[in-house]
């Protein structure tokens, strides 16, 4: 079982920024895609960033491009979301999501979906106020 905790969130100034951090434990790191999804009130959890097994290919949701950064430090374990300029918009709770890609004929790409995914954090709380 791999367990993921999300920590970094909080509440911010429209225009300021918050990194996000994932720690996974019980899976060798660099057997995980690593995913970030939002869920806002009365909305539904929808993607936001992806990244493979070594950190060497990433994408986007289109309201994120040119604002966040999803990276990753397999040395710790950990995967990070980098927020930037942020908006009013953008207040969710945020989570963690892991895809095993051990067994897959394709272990490099990244997951965008639900569905695809294994393993969820419990979320972390982001505010951005106007």
């Known amino acids: 079982q791999v367990q993921l905790v999300e920590s970094g969130g909080g509440s911010v100034q429209a225009g300021g920024s918050l990194r996000l951090s994932c720690a996974a434990s019980g899976r060798t790191f660099s057997d995980l895609a690593m995913g970030w999804f939002r869920q806002a009130p009365r909305k539904e959890r929808e993607f936001v960033a992806a990244?493979?097994?070594?950190?060497?290919?990433?994408y986007y949701v289109d309201s994120a491009k040119g604002r966040f950064t999803i990276s990753r430090d397999n040395a710790k374990n950990t995967v990070y979301l980098q927020m930037n300029s942020l908006k009013p918009e953008d207040t969710a709770i945020y989570y963690c999501a892991a895809r095993d890609v051990l067994g897959l004929l394709q272990r490099d790409y990244t997951p965008r979906s639900r569905n695809e995914y294994d393993y969820w954090g419990q979320g972390t709380q982001v505010t951005v106020s106007s």
């Open positions: 990244i493979n097994w070594s950190g060497g290919s990433t």
